[in-house]
C-alpha cells in the first residue's frame, strides 16, 4: 500500500506540473521548459518502472529496469538542468555557471552509467556478482546527486541574497516576499534529500526507490513556484546603477535581455 500510494501520489504531483507548464509559459522552447518536461515525465518512468518491478505486473526485468533508468536520468539530472538552466537569472559570473554545468555532466558519467550497468546485472540471470557492488555504489550515487542539489541550491540563496538586496529600495515588501520563499524553498529541498538519504542508509531499498519518484515531484513542485518568481521581480522591478566615472547610469531590463531559458 505505500508503494501504491506514493506512486499515485508522484504521478498526481506531475499531472498538476505540467498544466501549470503548459499554461505558464507562452512560448514552449528553451532549456527551462524542456527541462521542467523531461524532469516532471522522468518521475512517471521511474514510478511506473518500480510498480511494475514491485507487484510484477511486467515479467521482464529488463523492461521494468529500462522504465527506471530512463525514469532515473530524466527525473534526477533533468531537475538539476533545470536549476542550472534558471541560474544566469541571478548570477552574473559566468564561470559559475559553466563550473555548475561541468559538475551536472560528470556527475551524470560518474554516477549515472555505472549503477546503470551494476543495476541491469542484478536483474539479469546471474545476479549474484553484482548485488553487492550495486548496493555500495547506489550509496554513493544517491550522496553525490544530493551533494549535487544542496551546491545548486546553495549558490541560488547566495546569490539571489545579493540581487534582492539591491532590489529592496525598489520595491521591498516583494524583495523580503521573494527571498523568504526561495530560502525556504532550498531549504526544504536539502531536508527532503536527508530524509532519501536516511531511507537508503537504512537499507530500506523498496521504500526508498518509491519515495523518490514522490520526493522529486515534491521537489519539482517547489522549484517552479519559486523559479518562475525570478524573472517576474527582475524584468519588472530591477534598476541597476552602475558608476562610470563620476557618472551614474541607470540600465532598465526587460524580457529581451534574458535568453531563450526564460519563460
Not at 161 to 180: C, H, P
Not at 182 to 206: C, K, P, R, W
Not at 226 to 247: A, D, E, K, Q, S
Request: charged share 15%; aromatic share 16%.
Amino acid at each position: 500500500m505505500t508503494i501504491a500510494g506514493f506512486f499515485a501520489l508522484a504521478v498526481f504531483n506531475v499531472v498538476e506540473i505540467n498544466f501549470w507548464i503548459f499554461a505558464t509559459f507562452q512560448r514552449r522552447v528553451g532549456v527551462y521548459f524542456w527541462s521542467l518536461l523531461i524532469a516532471s515525465w522522468g518521475i512517471v518512468f521511474h514510478a511506473v518502472g518500480f510498480l511494475l518491478k514491485f507487484f510484477r505486473l511486467c515479467t521482464n526485468e529488463y523492461v521494468n529496469v529500462g522504465l527506471i533508468v530512463i525514469g532515473w536520468y530524466a527525473m534526477v539530472t533533468g531537475q538539476s538542468i533545470v536549476l542550472y538552466s534558471r541560474l544566469h537569472l541571478i548570477v552574473r559570473d559566468g564561470r559559475k555557471i559553466r563550473w555548475i554545468l561541468g559538475l551536472i555532466v560528470i556527475n551524470f558519467f560518474l554516477f549515472h552509467i555505472p549503477p546503470t550497468i551494476l543495476l541491469f546485472g542484478s536483474n539479469s540471470s546471474n545476479p549474484a556478482p553484482f548485488l553487492k557492488p550495486f548496493a555500495v555504489y547506489e550509496k554513493i550515487q544517491i550522496t553525490a546527486f544530493s551533494t549535487q542539489e544542496f551546491i545548486i541550491s546553495a549558490l541560488y540563496i547566495w546569490e539571489a541574497r545579493k540581487m534582492l538586496q539591491s532590489l529592496a529600495n525598489i520595491k521591498r515588501e516583494e524583495a523580503r516576499s521573494v527571498m523568504i520563499h526561495l530560502i525556504l524553498v532550498n531549504v526544504l529541498m536539502i531536508l527532503m534529500d536527508i530524509t532519501l538519504l536516511g531511507t537508503e542508509y537504512a537499507n530500506q531499498y523498496s521504500i526508498e526507490t518509491t519515495y523518490k519518484s514522490t520526493l522529486y515531484s515534491i521537489k519539482l513542485k517547489l522549484e517552479f513556484s519559486i523559479l518562475n518568481r525570478l524573472p517576474i521581480l527582475i524584468v519588472n522591478n530591477f534598476v541597476h546603477f552602475t558608476i562610470v566615472g563620476r557618472t551614474m547610469r541607470r540600465e532598465s531590463f526587460s524580457y529581451s535581455d534574458f535568453d531563450s531559458r526564460s519563460v
